[in-house]
T-cell receptor, first 114, second 112 residues
Framework: GAGVSQSPRYKVAKRGQDVALRCDPI?????LFWYQQALGQGPEFLTY????????KSGLPSDRFFAERPEGSVSTLKIQRTQQEDSAVYLC????????????FGPGTRLLVL | GESVGLHLPTLSVQEGDNSIINCAYS??????FIWYKQESGKGPQFIID?????DKRQGQRVTVLLNKTVKHLSLQIAATQPGDSAVYFC???????????FGKGTHLIIQP
C-alpha cells in the first residue's frame, strides 16, 4: 500500500484480556515506531525497531507491553492483561532509514478497555 | 523533565487570514523538528520539518521558523482554508532519543 496501515482500527477489550495490534509500514522502510496517544494529548513514544531489531523500548509503560517485528516488516504490539488505563489510540509510524528522518504515521488503533 | 510544549491550546482565525502556531522546546540537544497536522480520527500527517542548522524553511503555504536562541518553533500557514482545521503538533528529535517528543497540540479553528 501507499501508506502505513494498522489493524484493527477499533478494539474493545474487557479488563484482563490480551490484545494484539498490527502495523504494516510503508514498503521498504527500515525503521518502525509505536506511539500511544491519550485523549487530548500528543503521541508518546513507546518503542523503535530498525529492521527486526528492537533498539529502544524505553517508552513501554510496563512489562505487559510487548512488541515484535520478526521479519523486519510487519510489527505487532501486544498488551497482556489489559487495564483501563491502557485505553488510548496506538499509532504506528515508519521512516525510510533512521530515527532522524520523517516519520509517516498510520491511522491508529483506538483501544477501549472496559 | 524536558518536553516540547505549545503556548495556546486553541487558535481561531478567519478564513483567508494567516495563522501562526507557536511551540517552545526545552531540550537544547534536539536537532530535528517537525510539524504534524492531525484531523479527528486520523493519524498525524507530516507538514514540514527543519533541522537545527537552518532557521527557516518554506513549503506550499507553510513556513517553519526555528529560533534556537530562545528554543522556539513556529508554523505559519498562509491564506488559511477550511481544510486547515485540525490539531497541530510540533515534535522534536535528537539528543540521543530514538522517538519523537510531541507537544500537547494546538487546535486550529477556521471561522468563515
Amino acid at each position: 500500500g501507499a501508506g502505513v496501515s494498522q489493524s484493527p482500527r477499533y478494539k474493545v477489550a474487557k479488563r484482563g484480556q490480551d490484545v494484539a495490534l498490527r502495523c504494516d509500514p510503508i514498503s521498504g522502510h527500515v525503521s518502525l515506531f509505536w506511539y500511544q496517544q491519550a485523549l487530548g494529548q500528543g503521541p508518546e513514544f513507546l518503542t523503535y525497531f530498525q529492521n527486526e531489531a528492537q533498539l529502544d523500548k524505553s517508552g513501554l509503560p510496563s512489562d505487559r507491553f510487548f512488541a515484535e517485528r520478526p521479519e523486519g516488516s510487519v510489527s505487532t504490539l501486544k498488551i497482556q492483561r489489559t487495564q483501563q488505563e491502557d485505553s488510548a489510540v496506538y499509532l504506528c509510524a515508519s521512516s525510510f532509514l533512521g530515527a532522524q528522518e520523517t516519520q509517516y504515521f498510520g491511522p491508529g488503533t483506538r483501544l477501549l478497555v472496559l | 523533565g524536558e518536553s516540547v510544549g505549545l503556548h495556546l491550546p486553541t487558535l481561531s482565525v478567519q478564513e483567508g487570514d494567516n495563522s501562526i502556531i507557536n511551540c517552545a522546546y526545552s531540550n537544547s540537544a534536539s536537532d530535528y523538528f517537525i510539524w504534524y497536522k492531525q484531523e479527528s480520527g486520523k493519524g498525524p500527517q507530516f507538514i514540514i520539518d527543519i533541522r537545527s542548522n537552518m532557521d527557516k524553511r518554506q513549503g506550499q503555504r507553510v513556513t517553519v521558523l526555528l529560533n534556537k536562541t530562545v528554543k522556539h518553533l513556529s508554523l505559519q500557514i498562509a491564506a488559511t482554508q477550511p481544510g486547515d482545521s485540525a490539531v497541530y503538533f510540533c515534535a522534536e528529535s535528537g539528543g540521543g532519543a530514538d522517538g519523537l517528543t510531541f507537544g500537547k497540540g494546538t487546535h486550529l479553528i477556521i471561522q468563515p
